[in-house]
């Protein structure tokens, strides 16, 4: 029978300040022995992090890793992060993000592939996704948050259309659509019903299926609104409170 005394975690934290990095295989070598528990067992001693690449296989030391202003370290090309599991770090990059990310950008961003944990936080609803200038986009799913980073997205569609040259006059309906969208975001329930109604009677026919895309709302719910503006079945809310006003004058008795 192995003696437990011999199994040290001090011998797999001198041999990660060395390496920096290291694998289950490589620290059962460190201790000498074939048995996951007994090593699982001496990395709960230490203070380590695992990667969120490579499946998180590789283990390093809390003190030996540089996190950068993204919150992100490597070393021999294994990526941590101080967001812990790339699902974690997809997650909080994706709400933090300025005007949302595409598949690839934030591939490039992680230098993993992230296809896989986007789709999977978007089934759980953990994050939205929107299909814009035919590409998926993911964003927050705070709908103040999601507002702002659509906003950006097609601010940033619109540069990138310039800078290129490709402004075309389609093209053109992103700095529009941008303006939509914002103002939509001020106005109650039944405002933006009706506003999104007025804007699919601008567009003519489809218009209720794209408002309804580019505000998020239900394409029923901009029927309703553009049915009401179109019948005038509209109920004029009073501006000043009953009683208010200029209270009228009162004719002295003679």
């Not at 770090?89 to 949302?100: A, D």
Request: charge should be positive.
């Amino acid at each position: 029978m192995a003696k437990t005394g011999t199994y040290s975690s001090a011998r797999i934290k001198m041999h990660l300040e060395q390496y920096k990095i290291a694998t289950m295989e490589d620290l059962k070598k460190v201790l000498g022995t074939d048995v996951r528990m007994t090593v699982f067992r001496k990395l709960r001693e230490l203070p380590l992090r695992t990667s969120y690449s490579h499946r998180g296989k590789y283990y390093a030391l809390e003190k030996t890793i540089k996190f950068d202003d993204l919150g992100l370290w490597s070393s021999q090309s294994v990526w941590f992060s101080t967001y812990g599991t790339l699902l974690e770090t997809t997650k909080v990059f994706v709400m933090k993000s300025e005007k949302g990310y595409s598949v690839i950008e934030l591939d490039d961003i992680l230098h993993v592939s992230v296809k896989e944990s986007l789709i999977n936080l978007f089934k759980r609803k953990c994050l939205c996704r929107k299909r814009i200038a035919g590409v998926y986009v993911y964003f927050s799913i705070s709908s103040d948050v999601q507002t702002k980073q659509v906003i950006r997205r097609r601010e940033y569609l619109y540069d990138q259309d310039c800078k290129s040259g490709k402004v075309e006059d389609g093209l053109l309906q992103h700095e529009l659509e941008a303006a939509i969208v914002l103002f939509s975001s001020l106005l109650n329930e039944k405002q933006k019903r009706l506003y999104s109604g007025l804007e699919a009677i601008k567009i003519g026919y489809g218009g209720d299926q794209i408002i309804s895309k580019l505000l998020g709302i239900d394409c029923h719910t901009v029927a309703k609104g553009r049915k009401e503006i179109m019948d005038y079945d509209l109920e004029v809310e009073r501006v000043r409170k009953k009683g208010g006003g200029r209270r009228p004058i009162k004719k002295a008795r003679k």
